[in-house]
């Protein structure tokens, strides 16, 4: 079985600091990750993914996240918070080999907030 | 390009009635999964719906069914309705079961 667990539910950054959020997986398989993010009242928009490639994998808005699989870990940076960078951040896992490996597993979620 | 539509946006019910929620995947789309995403929570895989099978479900009981047409858009329905069903719905659509799955911005329910 998979899991996903995201350290902080709740995390709080001045504009123009460092955002670090932490996700650790469980996997018995090389697993693929992703990053959503959530804007209020809103749907899951990708930020980025790692599907067994570059273990440093760049996504949208400045984001970017490192697959260490000896720490089984996956956690999003950006060097710069913005203002519009306020939203709740999910972490999430599939399996990555091949057959019907087709659920996304979702941590609970971080919430950003970033402070003028 | 059309993105992954989902109606209605809001969806207010009583316990014991049945609702029906909808979803247009995206363009080239085979493949749509479910999830219901509770007030404070990740969101859940309900199931998963490749060429109109389904292709995967999670813990939910029977009550929660779907379907999936020709032109690949979906349908969720629940019968039953409990209090507890009281959620955002997210459809989520893929060219295949592995590849990224592209959101919705999905159907929020009460159930009074």
């Known amino acids: 079985a998979q899991s996903v667990t995201q350290l902080g539910s709740h995390v709080s950054v001045s504009e123009g600091a460092l955002v670090l959020l932490r996700c650790n997986y469980s996997?018995?398989?090389?697993?693929?990750l992703f990053w959503y993010v959530q804007y209020p009242n809103q749907g899951l928009q990708l930020l980025l993914k790692?599907?067994?490639?570059?273990?440093l994998v760049k996504g949208i808005n400045g984001f970017e996240a490192e697959f260490k699989k000896s720490e089984t870990s996956f956690h999003l940076t950006k060097p710069s918070a913005h203002m519009s960078d306020a939203a709740e951040y999910f972490c999430?896992?599939?399996?990555?080999?091949?057959?019907?490996?087709?659920?996304?597993?979702f941590g609970k979620g971080t919430l950003l907030t970033v402070n003028p | 390009e059309t993105g992954v539509t989902q109606s209605p946006t809001h969806l207010i019910k009583t316990r014991g009635q049945q609702v029906t929620l909808r979803c247009s995947s995206q363009?080239?789309?085979?493949?749509v999964s479910w999830y219901q995403q509770a007030l404070g929570q990740g969101p859940q895989f309900i199931f998963q719906?490749?060429?109109?099978?389904?292709?995967g479900r999670g813990n939910f009981p029977p009550r929660f069914s779907g379907l999936q047409f020709p032109n690949y858009s979906s349908e969720l329905n629940v019968n039953a309705l409990e209090l507890d069903d009281s959620a955002l719905y997210l459809c989520?659509?893929?060219?295949?079961?592995?590849?990224?799955?592209?959101f919705g911005p999905g159907t929020r329910l009460t159930v009074l």
């Open positions: 989520a659509s893929s060219p295949g079961g592995l590849d990224t799955q592209y």
């Open positions: 996997s018995s398989v090389p697993p693929y």
């Open positions: 790692y599907t067994s490639a570059a273990t």
């Open positions: 999430a896992v599939t399996k990555g080999s091949g057959g019907s490996n087709y659920k996304l597993t």
């Open positions: 363009s080239g789309h085979n493949t």
């Open positions: 719906y490749y060429r109109e099978e389904e292709n």
